[in-house]
C-alpha cells in the first residue's frame, strides 16, 4: 500500500467554506461581499466557491442577495457557527471511520480492538471542532487582513456599481 495515499482530510469545498466564513466574519456587520473578491481573498475558484456559498447559504449561514446592492453577507447565525457546523452545512456528518457512521456499519465494532480508539478520536476531533467558533477565528486574523478584506470587498462593489 506504499503507493496509495489516502490520508484524512476535510474536502477542499469544506475548506473554502471555512475560508469564506472567517473571512465574511472580519467584513463590518451587514457588509456584503461580491463572489470575485471573495474568490480573491479565499484563493478558491470562483465556479467552485458558488457551489459553497450555495450550501453556506441553504444552512443559514450567510444570505446572498442579488442585484447592483447584491453579494454575499455573512449571519448572526454564521459568526456564531462553529467549525464543525460550518463543515457539517457542506459535507454533512463528519466521521472519522466507516465503523462510526452507524452501528450497522460495521459488523466488527464489539470485538474489534480499534473501535474504541476510533471513538475516542472522533470525540477529540468533533469536539475541537464544536468549540471553535468563526467570530473566535475571525478575531484572531491579523488585523491587516481585516483591512485588506474591507478594501477587497469595497472595491468589488464600486466596480459592480460601474456596471
Known amino acids: ?9 476535510l474536502t477542499r469545498a ?10 465574511l466574519a ?4 451587514h457588509e456584503r461581499a461580491l463572489l470575485p473578491a471573495l474568490a480573491e481573498a479565499t484563493g478558491a475558484p470562483e465556479s467552485f466557491l458558488s457551489k459553497v456559498l450555495q450550501g453556506l447559504a441553504r444552512a443559514k449561514l450567510i444570505a446572498s442577495r442579488r442585484g447592483q446592492s447584491g453579494g454575499f453577507e455573512i449571519l448572526p447565525s454564521g459568526r456564531q457557527a462553529s ?5 457539517e452545512a457542506i459535507d454533512g456528518p463528519v466521521h472519522l471511520n466507516v465503523c462510526l457512521i452507524s452501528e450497522r456499519s460495521c ?5 474489534c480492538p480499534a473501535h474504541p480508539v476510533w471513538v475516542a478520536a472522533q470525540q477529540a476531533m468533533l469536539d475541537v471542532l464544536s468549540q471553535t467558533s468563526i467570530a473566535e477565528m475571525a478575531s484572531q486574523a491579523p488585523a491587516s487582513q481585516a483591512r485588506i478584506s474591507s478594501a477587497v470587498s469595497g472595491l468589488a462593489e464600486q466596480k459592480s456599481m460601474k456596471s
Open 26 to 29: 472580519t467584513l463590518p456587520a
Open 14 to 23: 469544506a475548506d473554502y467554506a471555512v475560508r469564506v466564513m472567517v473571512h
Open 1 to 9: 500500500m506504499k503507493g496509495s495515499n489516502s490520508s484524512m482530510q
Open 107 to 111: 459488523g466488527r465494532a464489539k470485538w
Open 83 to 87: 467549525l464543525r457546523e460550518v463543515i
